[in-house]
């Protein structure tokens, strides 16, 4: 075969940068188009699922433009044996399979290089036994460097890796999915759009829901009429003092109703009765 047969080698895109699914962490990493983005480091046995869609829209876009980049580490890559095994039956007994502590310390290893310490770079395993993951979490990961995030499949991880590794758990929510992966697009949706300039309109991230530990307010648009329903007639008023107090209003009924939990910290912080409220 001469060179010209030698069939292209598989192309991926991520973001801005086209690399080979060969292309090793460092290689990306030394990419000066991404030098001083914001950086997620995904392990996992299904690369394929990323960018996933977050390469689309806003994301995609940031990705794209370099404000954001992403690295998947591939699990299997780090497999013992001819057969690349990642894991193993568990020990005591019971179903399924356990990834193993070797396989994930090695891809730990090697997501870790070139990245500087865990107060601005944490390592997270998306777990359902994790701290819930939430907007103030999202704010915490979006000020960091970057993010390693481990996704997990079968019956999950090795215990002793998690702890020799001081891996954080993060849960996306009290439901057990079958691999970390959908777990980590969710958690890098709401990380990087907080990143500076993802989002063409920052001010939307200071009026969202839980931005001020409320629901958001009710929105509407056009038409003014739909269904022979009006939208609330403060809101075409055109008076930001009664608007704003409407939406106050309506954003702390929403969330009394609906989160007693947030309604009580919201309370709290605020020094206000929960109850008279
Ligand atoms: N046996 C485990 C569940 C394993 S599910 C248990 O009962 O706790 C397989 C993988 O999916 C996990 O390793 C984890 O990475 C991911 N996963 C499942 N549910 C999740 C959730 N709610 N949040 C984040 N990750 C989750």
């Known amino acids: ?73 591939d699990l299997r890559q780090f497999g013992i044996g001819k057969h690349k095994n990642v894991d193993d039956t568990p020990a005591g007994g019971g179903a399924g399979m356990v990834l193993r502590a070797d396989v994930v310390a090695a ?15 944490p390592v997270i395993y998306l777990s359902p036994r994790g701290k819930p993951f939430d907007q103030a979490m999202a704010r915490r990961f979006s000020a960091a460097k970057g993010i390693t995030l481990l996704c997990g499949r079968f019956e999950g991880v090795d215990e002793r890796v998690l702890h020799h590794y001081g891996v954080e758990e993060v849960s996306l929510g009290d439901f057990v999915l079958t691999g970390g992966e959908i777990a980590a697009t969710a958690l890098l949706d709401a990380t990087v759009r907080l990143i500076p300039r993802v ?10 829901s839980f931005s001020d530990g409320l629901l958001e307010f009710p929105q509407f648009t056009k038409p003014s009429r739909w269904n022979e329903l009006e939208i609330p007639e403060v809101l075409q008023s055109g008076h930001h003092g009664n608007i704003s107090n409407w939406r106050q209003a309506m954003a702390e009924r929403l969330t009394k109703e609906r989160r007693p939990d947030l309604w009580r910290a919201y309370c709290a912080s605020h020094g206000r009765d929960p109850v008279e409220d």
Do not use: Y
């Open 1 to 73: 075969m001469t060179d010209d047969d030698t069939p292209p080698p598989k192309q991926k895109s991520h973001g801005r940068i086209s690399v080979q699914t060969s292309l090793k962490p460092r290689d990306l990493m030394s990419d000066v188009r991404v030098a001083g983005a914001w950086r997620a480091k995904v392990i996992t046995l299904f690369p394929d699922a990323f960018p996933g869609i977050l390469g689309l829209s806003l994301t995609g876009k940031a990705l794209d433009l370099g404000l954001w980049a992403l690295e998947t580490l």
């Open 107 to 121: 891809a730990l290893d090697a997501a870790a290089e070139g990245t500087p310490n865990r107060s601005e770079w």
């Open 199 to 208: 989002l063409g309109n920052q001010t939307s991230t200071e009026e969202e």
